[in-house]
């Protein structure tokens, strides 16, 4: 798993914010995840309706803020560090202030 976040401001163009930590497993199938991680944290994440996921196909981990990539959905969700709903990216369309989809491998912060 690579993560990388991109972010920027209106007129500063684009400029590449390095996650915290990247993670690359190798390709073998059948090695055993914990020979690469060694403490598991389970964080509950606030329940709000705008925040349901069908299925989390990135995550990165920025600072104080972890964003979600529900690609099938078109959607990217934060939280904070402690699981605390902050917002979601979700306008997909054709119009003003709208995408026509989310990649998978850069996040932009507008």
């Known amino acids: 798993m690579v993560c990388s976040l991109y972010a920027c401001e209106e007129g500063c ?36 309706d705008e925040a349901l996921l069908a299925y989390v196909n990135k995550m990165v ?16 969700v934060v939280y904070d560090t402690i699981g605390r709903f902050q917002y979601v990216i979700d306008r997909q369309g054709r119009g003003s202030g709208e995408y026509l989809q989310i990649k998978s491998t850069p996040v932009f912060m507008c």
């Open 13 to 48: 163009g684009n400029k590449e914010v390095n996650a915290d930590l990247t993670i690359s497993f190798p390709p073998s199938v059948n090695t055993p995840i914990l020979e690469y991680i060694d403490t598991v944290k389970y964080l509950k994440l606030e329940d709000k």
């Open 61 to 76: 981990c920025r600072e104080d803020k972890i964003y979600l990539g529900d690609f099938s959905n078109h959607k990217i």
